[in-house]
């Protein structure tokens, strides 16, 4: 099982960036997948999250209207486009899977985001 993360790096305030996760190893279709995002001293928090078929989302107030979470269930792969980038988006961010019948959960390695002028 892996999940790969990829996209990050340093961008300043106000631009984007897109992350990528690419999943293998299990049947993505059957996972809810999410953002996390951990900076430093700080606490795990969820950005976002997606329904296994993409038809539903969510995410965190301090997210809502700049980032937007996205899947393609034919290539594996779920998205977070960032917008509108602040300093305090800097963080890890971590995609993370969880199974909807069993919640067996997987986590990838994670991509530095730095938000700096």
């Known amino acids: 099982v892996q999940l790969v993360e990829s996209g990050g790096g340093l961008v300043h305030p106000g631009g984007s960036l897109r992350l990528a996760c690419s999943a293998s190893?299990?049947?993505?279709?059957?996972?809810?997948m999410s953002w996390y995002r951990q900076a430093p001293g700080k606490e795990r928090e969820l950005a976002a999250v997606i329904s296994s078929t993409g038809g539903s989302t969510n995410y965190a107030d301090s997210v809502k209207g700049r980032f937007t979470i996205s899947r393609d269930n034919a290539k594996n792969t779920v998205y977070l486009q960032m917008n509108s980038l602040k300093p305090e988006d800097t963080a890890v961010y971590y995609c993370k899977a969880v199974g909807r019948i069993l919640s067996t959960t997987y986590w990838g390695q994670g991509t530095q985001v730095t938000v700096s002028s």
């Open positions: 190893g299990f049947s993505f279709r059957s996972y809810d």
